[in-house]
Every structure is written in structure tokens, then in C-alpha cells.
């Protein structure tokens, strides 16, 4: 079905600003530049969109990121599809978010070929080595950068803390953790509590806040906000189908036996489940793929996210690499390589076509709940348990790299992978220390910090210490 029959104009054209192929080349530009994370990577499409182009205003831009951190899935992707979608309806979403993951994309296909050949050769597995290292101090980073912004008062603190105390002790599921922090902070915000009017995203550029009246857009509401009942059925059938007819096939033609099988289960139900942004994301899916499918292990989880912390794109674009690894170590009739090809496609294609989904049946509807309290207060209080939720990631990361060895721990309802002492890595301790030095005390960049640990890695195998 065409994006012109989906976005039939209701009563008055669409305000279009800049035309779809002016807006093509700076979306462009932007997935060119999406680097180090989706922090980052909003940073740069607000410095875009916001003050340089002045395509939306501030509190637009912060009103569909708050839409976009409350969706499963990852947020920086979904805030380009849905400015994409104001601007110039279906088909821009469309242009924005597809571009957004492209080179992400391609960059990581190339690299899990080449970590599938070569990753056990000596040099390689250095490099790699040191990345991982280094990928702590990016997780960590993380955890500050959120907590910074989501944690301003005792009771987003308990939020972050009660998170942590659950996923990480108590084995409680991720989804079932950040339904009660969005049922709390909903209710607290419907009440007017102050302490769940905090706000939410991941911050904006510092100066002068650039209006909606200012800009392109302008402030009212786009015509294509307010589609018929018809229009929004169309949308929600063309992109179910498009998402879950793959995941229907595979499971007639192939069985649930198969591995292409469950990697369409798996990250479609990934795609519903997973709140919080990316590193949320992350840290159910290296729990699943590691300790459930046996897909691949945690220090190739680590090496993975590595990849993606280098290469343009959103960083669940490392879900490719497990879709890969998973499909290359059971390729079936098929060969690894080209079994791994199809596993890792097959990952990216049912994470992100929900994405749409999410944008263009939703957001017509949340344009016109802008400023609603209780909207916010969910956010916030989201965006505090995702604090203690990144912060797991990051201990699990920091056990999984820096010990050689670990040893379940059950002590009636508390159960925890428990490091062995005796097991540490002391090499990739340093490594570790240092990069978050390097990031934290020195201001290191993260692509700096990521090159002089990868470079450490290669030293050290080059001189013997490294096997």
C-alpha cells in the first residue's frame, strides 16, 4: 500500500517547509554523525533540527522524546522517525528512521563477517579485548548521564535504587519493572506530585530555547495529526503486516525448532517488551541470547556492543550481531556465513519495523496530549528505573570482562552471578581503570578512549602477554 493512500489529506495540506529531498540530505547528514549512543545521538539531531535548522521548537522536540523514551525499542531511531513523520507525514518517517539505521546497519554486517573469520586469530581477539574494556566506562558513562538528568529528587532515587535491587538480586523481569515505575510515576503525576514533574530525554543544547512559533513547523498541529479512524487502520495493518508475516512464515514453513524461528520470536517480542531506551534494551537481550538461547557468550556480547559503540547508527544495532552469531553457529542446510547474513537481517528487520509502527499509529495521538501531567510522570519515573537497570548492565559488563570465572549465588529469593576472585583478569582491570579514567576524569572522547583501548589490546598480544 502506498504512503499517499495511507496519508490521504483529511481536511487541508500538510505544512512541508523544506521539501522531502532538502529534508533527505539532512537527515542524511545527521545518520552520518550518529555516533557514541543515543544520548549522544539526540544531542546532535537537537543541534540539527532545533538551533541550527529550526525545523521544530524545544518543546516539541522535548514532547515527542518524552513519546519516544515511554515505546519499547530504541529512542533515538524512533525521535528521528517521528520529526520525520511531522514534517513531511509517512513517507519522511519513513526516509528519517530507514537512514538512521542504514549505515549502522552495513557497518555491522561487515564487522560480524569479519569477527565470524577472523575473530580467533591472535590479533584480533587482542583488539577486541581491549574494546571490551573500554566498553565499561561507556556503560558507566551512561548510568551518570541518565542519573544526572532523571534522578533530582529521594523518590527517583528509591525508583533507581528499588530497579537495581530487582534485576540485579531478584531476577524480576525487566518489562514487569518498568510497568510499575510507569504506573507509579503516572498515578504521582496525575496526582501533581512535584517530584514526578522532573521532565525527561536526554537534555537539550544549553542557551536561548528556540519557541514553536519560531520555527518551520510552526505550532499548530500538522494536518496529518489528525487522521479518520480509517487511516489509522491502514497504518496498523500495513505495519503488522509487514513486522509479523515473516514471524508467521518462519513458524509454518520452518518450525520452532529453527533458529531463524526463534530469532523472530525472540526480537519481536523484544520489540514489545523492552522499555527504556538502548541500554535497557541491552541488558535484556545479553541476558536472553547468553543465558537462555546459549547464542554467544558474554564476552562476545561485550565485543558486539563494542562494534556499535564505533560504528554510525543506534546502538541496539547490535542486536545485527546477535541475530548473526546465533544463526552462523546453527546454520542448519544453510553455510555459516550465509545463515548468519539472514539471522542478522532478519534481527534488524523485526526490531525496527515495530519502531514504525509505534510512531505513526501513536504519535497523532500524543501530538494532542502535549504538556498532560500524568504523561510526564510516567516518563520520569521510567527514565529513574532505567538508572538502576543500566547501572546492572554496567556491573554485569564490568563481572563478565574483568573475571575470568564466576559462580551462581542462591540465597532464597536473592540469586546473582557471584565473581571469583581468584580469576581476575588484571590486564583487563587496568584497561578498564583506565579508560574510565580517561572518560571520566580526563574528558577523553569515547572514540579516543575506544582507539587507545583497542591499541593496548594489540600491544599487548604483539608483546607476549596476550595468548
Request: proline share 5%; aromatic share 12%.
Amino acid at each position: 500500500m502506498s504512503t499517499a493512500a495511507i496519508d490521504a489529506a483529511p481536511a487541508r495540506a500538510a505544512f512541508a517547509p523544506v521539501s522531502l529531498g532538502e529534508a533527505f540530505w539532512v537527515w542524511l547528514r545527521f545518520a552520518a554523525l550518529s555516533f557514541g549512543g543515543p544520548a549522544g545521538q539526540i544531542a546532535v539531531m537537537h543541534r540539527i533540527l532545533v538551533d541550527e535548522k529550526r525545523w521544530i521548537g524545544e518543546h516539541r522536540f522535548l514532547h515527542a522524546l518524552n513519546y519516544c523514551m515511554l515505546l519499547p525499542g530504541p529512542e533515538a531511531q524512533q525521535l528521528a522517525t517521528y520529526i520525520g513523520w511531522l514534517m513531511h507525514k509517512t513517507r519522511g518517517g519513513i526516509m528519517a528512521g530507514a537512514l538512521f539505521v542504514l549505515p549502522g546497519a552495513i557497518s555491522i554486517m561487515a564487522l560480524s563477517w569479519i569477527y565470524a573469520l577472523y575473530g580467533r586469530v591472535g590479533i584480533v581477539s587482542a583488539l577486541f579485548f581491549g574494546l571490551k574494556c573500554a566498553v565499561l566506562a561507556v556503560v558507566l558513562q551512561a548510568v551518570v548521564r541518565i542519573g544526572n538528568r532523571a534522578l533530582k529528587n529521594h523518590i527517583m532515587r528509591g525508583l533507581a535504587a528499588a530497579a537495581f535491587v530487582f534485576i540485579f538480586f531478584l531476577g524480576v523481569p525487566f518489562p514487569i519493572i518498568v510497568l510499575g515505575a510507569g504506573l507509579i510515576g503516572y498515578f504521582g503525576g496525575r496526582a501533581g506530585i512535584p517530584a514526578f514533574q522532573v521532565g525527561g530525554g536526554h537534555g537539550a543544547a544549553k542557551g536561548a530555547i528556540v519557541e514553536d512559533a519560531d520555527t518551520l513547523l510552526g505550532e499548530e498541529l500538522p494536518a496529518h495529526a489528525n487522521p479518520t479512524i480509517g487511516q489509522s487502520l491502514r497504518q496498523a495493518v500495513v505495519w503488522l503486516a509487514l513486522w509479523l508475516a515473516p514471524v508467521a512464515a518462519l513458524l509454518l514453513i520452518a518450525g520452532q525448532g529453527s533458529v531463524f524461528t526463534q530469532i523472530a520470536t525472540f526480537f519481536s517480542t523484544m520489540a514489545v517488551v523492552t522499555f527504556g531506551g538502548a541500554y535497557a534494551v541491552l541488558a535484556y537481550v545479553a541476558q536472553q541470547a547468553v543465558e537462555n538461547y546459549h547464542w554467544l557468550q558474554p564476552k562476545e556480547m561485550l565485543d558486539g556492543l563494542g562494534m556499535a559503540e564505533t560504528t554510525p547508527g543506534p546502538l541496539i544495532m547490535v542486536l545485527q550481531f546477535v541475530g548473526f552469531m546465533g544463526a552462523y553457529r546453527h546454520p542448519g542446510m544453510l553455510s555459516p556465513l550465509l545463515a548468519g547474513t539472514l539471522g542478522g537481517l532478519l534481527a534488524t528487520w523485526v526490531t525496527f519495523i515495530p519502531c514504525f509502527l509505534w510512531i505513526f499509529l501513536g504519535a497523532p495521538f500524543i501530538e494532542r496530549m502535549r504538556g498532560n501531567k500524568a504523561l510526564s510522570g510516567a516518563l520520569s519515573a521510567i527514565t529513574a528505573a532505567v538508572v538502576g537497570v543500566v547501572l546492572n548492565l554496567a556491573i554485569w559488563f564490568a563481572i563478565h570482562t574483568i573475571f575470568r570465572a564466576v559462580r551462581p549465588l542462591h540465597a532464597g529469593p536473592v540469586h546473582f552471578d557471584m565473581p571469583v576472585v581468584a580469576s581476575i583478569d588484571l590486564w583487563a582491570l587496568a584497561i578498564s581503570v583506565a579508560a574510565i579514567i580517561a572518560m571520566f576524569r580526563l574528558k577523553i572522547g569515547i572514540f579516543t578512549t575506544l582507539g587507545g583501548a583497542s591499541t593496548a589490546g594489540v600491544a599487548l598480544y604483539l608483546a607476549g602477554v596476550l595468548a
